[in-house]
């Protein structure tokens, strides 16, 4: 089994950036590739960004595609999301995912572990 945990969300204001990260651990061998989503009050879980496992393919959302970066480093089994120019639309809960296949993937059913979440407020 892979466990994921999410850090690094908190309350910034418009404008600012972000970064929150994911640490993988357990049987990470099964790691492959990992995303971000996000769930926002009364609303569905959506697709933030994906990454494949080399890094070479990544996916964005149209709603933070220019503001958002995806990365990960493979020595440690981690995943991160900076967003640039935060805007309160993206106030939610930031939810970090790994596949046990490859690619970049936007759907939530080709994820196959999840962590708990951390929260993003982002106030006007």
């Known amino acids: 089994q892979v466990q994921l945990v999410e850090s690094g969300g908190g309350s910034v204001q418009a404008g600012d950036s972000l970064r929150v990260s994911c640490q993988a651990s357990?049987?990470?061998?099964?790691?492959?590739?990992m995303a971000w989503f996000r769930q926002a009050p009364g609303k569905e879980r959506e697709f933030v960004a994906g990454?494949?496992?080399?890094?070479?393919?990544?996916n964005y959302a149209a709603s933070v595609k220019e503001r958002a970066t995806i990365s990960r480093d493979n020595t440690k089994i981690t995943v991160s999301l900076q967003v640039n120019s935060l805007k309160p639309e993206d106030t939610a809960v930031y939810y970090c995912?790994?596949?046990?296949?490859?690619?970049?993937?936007?759907?939530?059913?080709?994820?196959?572990?999840w962590g708990p979440g951390t929260q993003v407020t982002v106030s006007s």
């Open positions: 357990g049987s990470t061998f099964q790691v492959n590739a």
């Open positions: 990454i494949s496992w080399s890094g070479a393919t990544k």
């Open positions: 995912a790994a596949s046990t296949s490859d690619g970049a993937k936007g759907y939530a059913w080709f994820y196959h572990f």
